[in-house]
């Protein structure tokens, strides 16, 4: 049985969720030089949300978001434990990472009335991921280079320049 999806696209059902779920490719440049999340604090202080990795299918983003996705995995945390308190299945994280230069926070929803909430929730982070460069942390926008977009400040986005020239 395939889960149902909430993210800030909607809830995806059946073979939808095959095609929201499928990775993207960063190009290899940009992956070897980014310092990457470390989702073991994560996994450690949000069991509920991290709770079945079988469902988890990737965690993959740049350590500048990494205070952004930690907000937003508190608040939903909480929800989640509000869920088990009403006798509902959890929401559960099952892939974080980055499309069209911002962040992408796809979870399995469980049952209850809170699957909205957490849907607005990830919409506004997924939202401000755009003002914040994935590399660092600092104030960024979002920028297209060679085909790919990401959301660098502008000492970042220089270093993206000078590669490409190089």
Known sequence: ???DTTTSQGRLTGSEWGLAMAPTGLPPERIADMDMIDW??????FQILFGDQDEIISLSTGSGWRQLVWDL??????????????????MRVSQVKEKFGCLRFYLASGTGSLAEKAFELIEAAEER???????????GKTQTLRGWDMTYCPDHWRE???????
Not at 79 to 85: G, I
Not at 160 to 166: F, G, I, M, V
């Open 40 to 45: 073991r604090p994560f996994r450690a202080e």
């Open 1 to 3: 049985m395939t889960p």
């Open 129 to 139: 991921s755009g003002t914040i460069c994935e590399q660092c942390g600092k104030p």
């Open 73 to 90: 995995c508190v608040t939903l945390e909480e929800l989640a434990r509000q869920q088990v308190a009403e006798g509902h299945h959890p």
């Open 160 to 166: 993206a320049l000078k590669e490409k020239r190089d």
